[in-house]
């Protein structure tokens, strides 16, 4: 048989359960993220302005400050760059793009990244080129 105390200490701590379960759902309710919980939107967006940073200084030259292949290079360049907010570019899949981004393309002046980007620098290219789809 439990002991009255042991009794007391089962209701407290499924009381406190239940107000943890309680303070987690009012933070929910008002925009805010429990503790312990990861905010997936503010990665999200860090890991494309952390792209959006990377695009600029290697691929905007010449796929423009929008992606659609009209950078101030893009008029020498022949094949033209592509246009990565077309749909057809965006339904490839991301090893597609990464094999690209890595290897460049043959028979243009797409240049390979390997060796000039690690993967974390990658995955937010990736991120921010997705963010270019219509």
Known sequence: ????????????NRKMKWLGVGISM???LVGGTPMGMANDH???????EKGKA?????????????????GEMAEYLDPRPANLASPSTQTKT?????????????GTAMAGFEGALDDAQVSDLMGYLRSLAP
């Open 1 to 12: 048989m439990k002991s009255r105390i042991h009794r007391s200490w089962g209701v407290v």
């Open 26 to 28: 009012v933070g929910l």
């Open 42 to 48: 503010d990665n999200d967006h860090n890991k494309v």
């Open 54 to 70: 990377i695009y600029r200084e290697s691929c905007q030259h010449c796929h423009g400050f929008s992606g659609k292949g009209d």
């Open 94 to 106: 991301d090893q597609e793009w990464i094999a690209v981004i890595l290897h460049g393309r043959p």
